[in-house]
């Protein structure tokens, strides 16, 4: 039996209402994620804005999101920072809030040995029975886990899994032949999703996934069963929408694109992340309305909601 973190999991947005979350459509997108068969979400991720979200606000996405959930779903809080003691503390409060597991960002700016990492792992594998994912996203981060790191963590029962960034499929080769220890591996490139799994990889987690969750769970179901060509031909759909997205940071152009397709939803980032040029949202625009599905409509009307036959949010 597979463990539940083979799947596809949503590094989910976080909606604001003028300065606030946005807690009505938190839950709302949460529900939605669920009915669109979403493995689980991802919470406080870049994505999710985690750098503006004081320790409260962090508190109450888990405390939202799991309440709309409910026990069982799966919902993993993104934790840490470049303090070993303020991490400890936000650990031990989403433990406490209903988080399934954790995922353990680098330490950012500070730039840590490969020893301080390892470190920094331990003490956070200490301060919670939960099971940890090391996030490896050395382009955020100034540093890369390296092979020897991981092999030191081995030991380290709770630490169960590596979410690399970049999708490298070598490395992900590499990881697997770490002596003694068998860490599942996730992917955190939505282009790279059918040739992480074929490489051994478990499962993916994107923010693509907030805007096409179910093509994305059809994708990975298709690739999971081995039906790679299948797989790769859904991957080749998405391919458009990916490639403007990749131009301005995250989660700029995905906020402005849920919008599109939830019009009750907010686009609004917190500073410093802006939307750009009109005509990169202009491209934007089109790739949404383009969108892969049967029942075609504006971008406005919901085409994938549409497609699924599932209710809008209300």
């Known amino acids: 039996m597979n463990h539940w973190l083979h799947g596809m999991f949503t590094a989910l947005v976080t909606p604001f209402a003028g300065e606030a979350i946005d807690r009505g459509a938190l839950a709302q997108l949460v529900r939605w994620q669920i009915d669109q068969g979403a493995d689980g979400v991802v919470l406080g991720t870049a994505t999710g804005e985690h750098a503006t979200l004081s320790p409260r606000e962090r508190l109450d996405l888990l405390t939202v999101a799991r309440a709309a959930a409910g026990p069982g779903f799966p919902i993993i809080a993104a934790v840490g920072s470049n303090d070993t003691a303020a991490t400890l503390g936000e650990i031990r409060q ?101 040739a992480y799994l074929l490489a051994g990889g478990c499962g993916a987690v994107t923010s693509l996934g907030n805007l096409v969750p179910q093509w994305l769970a059809r994708l990975m179901a298709a690739a999971r069963s081995e039906f790679f060509v299948q797989a790769q031909t859904l991957q080749r759909r998405l391919v458009p929408l990916n490639d403007v997205l990749s131009r301005e940071p995250d989660p700029v152009g995905t906020k402005l694109a849920l919008s599109l397709l939830h019009p009750q939803l907010s686009p609004a980032c917190r500073l410093p992340l802006v939307a750009t040029t009109p005509a990169w949202i202009e491209e934007l625009r089109q790739a949404v309305e383009d969108l892969p599905c049967p029942a075609r409509g504006r971008a406005a009307a919901g085409p994938f909601l549409a497609a699924a036959s599932r209710p809008a949010l209300a």
Do not use: K, W
């Open 94 to 194: 989403a433990t406490a809030a209903g988080a399934s597991a954790l995922l353990l960002r680098t330490p950012y700016y500070s730039r840590p040995s490969q020893d301080g990492f390892v470190a920094h792992a331990r003490a956070a594998a200490s301060a919670t029975p939960l099971e940890i994912i090391l996030d490896n996203d050395p382009d955020r981060c100034g540093i890369e886990i390296s092979l020897p790191a991981l092999e030191a963590l081995g030991p380290t029962a709770n630490i169960v899994a590596i979410l690399e960034r970049r999708g490298d499929i070598q490395r992900c080769d590499r990881i697997a032949r770490i002596r003694d220890r068998r860490f599942m591996r996730l992917t955190g490139a939505s282009d790279a999703i059918p």
